[in-house]
């Protein structure tokens, strides 16, 4: 069962969608981000507050509806998600995955997959990243390299359960 | 003939997802599809579809699916698209179509009981004052050829949120065993 745990919206402001104190009580998280940015940008995704940049190795395949493009990092100190849409009226959707964000005994994958079209342009991308730290998930933020993104953006955080407990 | 999902009570389901309407066609064949007055009380849509295009086709048995917001039948689709045919990395692109050109639905003539399967998400539907991303993926094999699909989308409508989604399956519509499921995803204080 999916349980909305807690929401951000931004109010023009906003660079950085930060959940913190997030409950131990579910078995996986999941975070449905719609952001838009009216420049260049890329949207990052850090845990328990660690920049590091020897902790978030991570890899994408991406196309730009002309060409298809594979990137990769093990020196970055948060993990890419995607690149934004630089648009003001088009904004970008993805979905980002953590499993088994409380177990001690794993180091964490985040896995992603969205994109955005501008009629003319645009990208669609899926990425994958190690959080080499095998410390439970109490804090996600995700950061937007351009800045403050526009109004109206949003992240909502879920937790998935197989259990009957109930969220926020 | 379009079929008004009843409106979910958030009191009277569980969790997140909520389903809000289905569609086989009690098992038989249909063409498109139309969902009507759909509830503006979630924060998401998620369209699951599992589906096979009634015209035989010729291979690789990729025929497509389209998607059509509130009735608009103007060029205001468009999407990028990557996706993996087995033996290529191909992304491309279309724009101001009359529809989405979504994702492939896979043709009767790829051999008995093959299905496509695609699952959208469109985030923020019920904004009216910024265009409609929405986000694809499908999968579809075909035992020699086959397609892992993913799609970002557009509907430059900033005027409305999303009140119906029609559902148009390739050439000969969808056959038997075809089936669409429209689900709400709901966020804090829904």
């Not at chain 1, 994958?128 to 439970?136: K, Q, W």
């Not at chain 2, 045919?85 to 093959?114: C, E, K, M, Y």
């Amino acid at each position: 069962m999916m349980i909305p745990i807690a929401t951000i919206t931004a109010n023009g402001s906003t660079s950085a969608f930060d959940f913190q104190n997030i409950p131990q009580t579910f078995t996986h998280l999941q975070l449905r981000c719609f952001v838009g940015i009216n420049t260049g940008s890329v949207f990052f995704c850090a845990i328990n507050n660690v920049y590091n940049n020897t902790k978030y190795p991570w890899h994408r395949l991406y196309g730009d509806g002309a060409s298809t493009a594979s990137g990769s990092s093990t020196t970055d100190n948060q993990m890419l998600i995607s690149d934004l849409a630089n648009s003001a009226t088009t904004f970008g959707s993805f979905i980002i995955d953590i499993l088994d964000y409380t177990n001690t005994n794993k180091n964490r994958v985040i896995k992603s997959i969205g994109g955005f079209d501008k009629n003319g342009s645009g990208q669609v991308s899926t990425s994958s990243g190690l959080y080499i730290d095998t410390t439970a998930v109490s804090r996600i933020t995700l950061n937007s390299s351009g800045g403050n993104v526009l109004a109206g953006s949003r992240v909502d955080l879920y937790g998935i359960t197989t259990s009957s407990v109930t969220g926020a | 003939m379009p079929i008004t999902p009843a409106a979910a009570s958030a009191g009277s389901v569980k969790g997140a997802v909520v389903p809000i309407a289905y569609y086989n066609n009690a098992g038989s064949a249909f063409g498109n599809y139309t969902f009507s007055n759909i509830p503006q009380t979630f924060q998401d849509l998620m369209v699951v579809i599992y589906g096979r295009d009634a015209s035989t086709g010729t291979s690789p048995w990729m025929s497509q699916l389209n998607y059509r917001f509130n009735g608009d039948a103007g060029t205001n689709y468009s999407q990028t698209r990557l996706y993996g045919s087995g033996s290529s990395a191909v992304s491309d692109r279309v724009t101001s179509q009359t529809s989405t050109n979504t994702d492939p639905l896979v043709f009767s003539g790829a051999g008995a009981n093959i299905f496509s399967t695609t699952v959208t998400h469109i985030l923020n539907y019920t904004n009216a004052s910024i265009y409609k991303t929405f986000i694809s993926r499908t999968s579809a094999d075909a035992n020699g050829t086959g397609w892992a699909v993913i799609t970002a989308g557009l509907w430059r409508n900033a005027s409305s949120g999303i009140t119906s989604l029609s559902v148009y399956g390739g050439v000969g519509g969808f056959t038997a065993g075809s089936s669409i499921e429209l689900f709400g995803i709901r966020s804090i204080g829904q």
